[in-house]
């Protein structure tokens, strides 16, 4: 029994190491391009791709023996592949991020530096807590087959990985057609946007969860769902819509009857939407 742990331990503790070694080189190579670029935007495009290396590492280094890991190594590529995809689309020729404009200005001087801790470090840091759910798949040294939870998991995950990829799709074609400085003040609300003022965030949640289930039938598998809680949390109260709608509601007029008549987060379904 004692023997038995102490296997699943190690293979759990050796995938931490990997995913940590991975990230900060992941993370640091990156704020070193951004140093030459002038530009810490990139940290979001890279911010999918992270996790692909994470995953594409630790199926190297463990020696893909299970479908489960096949899996996880399959939905995390499609994901961040299509993600970093449209942010790279979306990014392209436009300056850098408002977000990091402002800790640049603060910061004077000594940005290049203090960007390495608070902006790239930290997003290393939170992108390793994400990737729990390929910590414990990767780390089971007794992987079983596929279960119900994982056909549950991989279910949720393509319905997120849907949300959000139309409301990404959306959201693009509306920019592009209100791209002038007279019509930028427009608000999206039709669409996905109709429901929810951010259904591209709730999409990337709901597929979160979805990876994260699938993560549960391994060895310390209840691990697997702080990935999806912690996201949660930092897109609601920290950098997603808490930041992005203080923002809005200073720039856009409009804003504010958006508000009134949509959603946060998550559609009231209850509610006949006019």
């Known amino acids: 029994m004692m023997e038995s742990i102490t296997v699943a331990i190690t293979g759990l503790t050796e995938s931490i190491i990997v995913t940590a070694i991975t990230g ?11 140093i030459y670029l002038k530009d810490s935007s990139i940290v979001d495009i890279v911010w999918g791709l992270g996790f692909i290396v994470i995953a594409i590492t630790n199926s190297l280094y463990f020696e893909i023996n299970s479908i489960r890991q096949l899996l996880i190594l399959i939905v995390v ?7 970093s995809g449209y942010l790279a689309i979306r990014n392209a020729n436009k300056p850098e991020d408002w977000r990091y404009q402002k800790f640049r200005q603060n910061a004077g001087d000594i940005y290049w530096l203090t960007s390495y801790f608070k902006v790239f470090l930290l997003q290393g840091a939170i ?7 390929m910590v414990v798949i990767f780390g089971d040294n007794n992987p079983s087959s596929l279960t119900i939870i994982d056909y549950l998991g991989v279910s ?6 849907l949300t959000e990829g139309i409301a990404d799709a959306q959201m693009y074609i509306f920019k592009k057609k209100h791209s002038s400085l007279t019509t930028k003040e427009a608000v999206l609300n039709t669409g996905l946007w109709k429901y929810s003022r951010h259904p591209n965030y709730l999409g990337e949640i709901v597929l979160w969860f979805g990876i994260g289930i699938i993560g549960l039938s391994s060895e310390y598998g209840y691990l697997s769902l702080i990935s ?3 996201l949660t949390f930092i897109m609601i109260k920290i950098s997603g819509v808490s930041m992005l709608e203080s923002e809005l509601i200073n720039t856009k007029p409009k804003y504010h009857e958006y508000i009134s008549k ?7 379904l209850f509610k006949r939407n006019k």
């Open 156 to 161: 949720i995950f393509f319905v997120g990985l």
């Open 77 to 83: 590529t499609i994901w961040g592949a299509r993600l």
């Open 24 to 34: 900060l080189s992941v993370v640091t190579l990156t704020w070193i391009i951004s």
């Open 262 to 268: 949509t959603p946060s987060l998550f559609p009231n």
């Open 228 to 230: 999806p809680l912690l």
């Open 127 to 133: 992108m390793c807590f994400i990737s729990l759910p």
